[in-house]
C-alpha cells in the first residue's frame, strides 16, 4: 500500500487504512531503531529490507508531509529513524542475486577476495589432516 502513494491523493481516506499504515511505519521505525542501538545488526536488517525500503520511500515521505501538514501529533518529524534506515538502504548492495553484478571497485575487491578466502581455508583444513 505505501509504495502505491506518490502524492498526497493517493493516501487513503479510510480510517482503518491509514491507522495500518502508520502502525505499519512505527512498525518500521522501532525496527530502524534496533538496527540503530545494535540490537539486530544493520546489515541482517538491510540484506533482507533493502528493496522493500527503497521501494517505500517516496510513500513514506508523502505520508511524512500530510502528517505534518495535518498537525496530527506533537511530534516535529515523524519515524525519525526509519529515515536512517532508508538512507542507509538506498546505498547498500547485497552480493545475493536480488541485486545486479556489483561493478563498483567494492563490488570487484569482494568478488577478487571470495576465492582467496576459500583458498586460504582449504589450505588451513589441509594443514589439519
Ligand atoms: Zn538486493
Redesign the pocket.
Known amino acids: 500500500m505505501i509504495r502505491k502513494i506518490s502524492e498526497a491523493s493517493d493516501i487513503p481516506k479510510d480510517e482503518l487504512d491509514i491507522r495500518l499504515l502508520y502502525r505499519t511505519l512505527g512498525v518500521f521505525d522501532n525496527m530502524a531503531m534496533f538496527a540503530r542501538h545494535k540490537v539486530v545488526p544493520v546489515k541482517w536488517v538491510l540484506e533482507v529490507w ?2 522493500p525500503l527503497k521501494e517505500m520511500r517516496k510513500g513514506v515521505e508523502t505520508l511524512r508531509k500530510n502528517a505534518k501538514q495535518r498537525n496530527e501529533s506533537s511530534v516535529a518529524e515523524p519515524w525519525p529513524q526509519l529515515w536512517i534506515l532508508i538512507d542507509k538502504a538506498e546505498s547498500y548492495h ?1 552480493t ?1 542475486p ?2 545486479p553484478l556489483d561493478n563498483s571497485w567494492r563490488g570487484r575487491i569482494r568478488r577478487l577476495a571470495a576465492p582467496s578466502r576459500w583458498r586460504r581455508l582449504r589450505t588451513r583444513s589441509g594443514a589439519a589432516t
Open positions: 533493502h528493496h547485497s545475493l536480488c541485486c
